[in-house]
């Protein structure tokens, strides 16, 4: 499925495409920290297609979301192996936020992962002090399951957070 049409809430989520790189990259420099060159865009898009999706409202991309597919251990205390659907990056612009689209995103994108890629876990990293995206990520079914200290550049800590993928 390349497009879903959301029309109730007035945004549509559809699969990225090249043309989308500049207005995606403007959306992670606006919102995060972590920024990431056209390459690495372009290399997640290539490997896994699927999971790298765009919102549009108003006539406009207003957030993201890009996943890597990875072949690792279960993420929430197993000592299994699994496939992995693990969120790189996503960001919906300020102005856009409590509107669905960050909730939809993910919902897609991890829906994506299991239909597409075979994966039966999603899991993620947050800032510890991203009260917003921890409280989003815990509706949607992701659970605390590590903290990694000084994660980020600037050395703030991450919440690992995952979640079986089976009601996606």
């Not at 995060?32 to 490997?47: A, G, H, Q, V």
């Not at 790298?52 to 072949?71: P, T």
């Not at 000084?150 to 995952?162: I, K, R, T």
Request: aromatic fraction near 12%; glycine fraction near 8%; charge should be positive.
């Amino acid at each position: 499925m390349n497009r879903l049409s959301l029309t109730d809430q007035g945004f549509t989520i559809r699969t990225f495409t090249v043309s989308d790189l500049e207005r995606v990259m403007h959306i992670n420099t606006k919102c995060l920290p972590e920024n990431y060159s056209s390459y690495f865009y372009k290399d997640i898009y290539t490997k896994y297609p699927d999971t790298f999706l765009v919102a549009e409202m108003d006539g406009e991309l207003q957030g993201y979301i890009m996943c890597r597919i990875e072949k690792g251990w279960s993420k929430r205390g197993r000592l299994s192996p699994a496939r992995l659907a693990h969120v790189v990056s996503v960001a919906v612009m300020e102005n856009y936020r409590r509107k669905g689209i960050g909730n939809d995103l993910i919902n897609e994108a991890m829906a994506r992962g299991r239909r597409v890629y075979d994966c039966s876990e999603g899991y993620l990293e947050v800032r510890v002090g991203n009260e917003p995206a921890v409280n989003l990520y815990g509706k949607l079914g992701f659970t605390k399951v590590k903290r990694n200290y000084g994660y980020y550049l600037d050395g703030e800590d991450a919440w690992v957070m995952a979640t079986p993928l089976e009601s996606f």
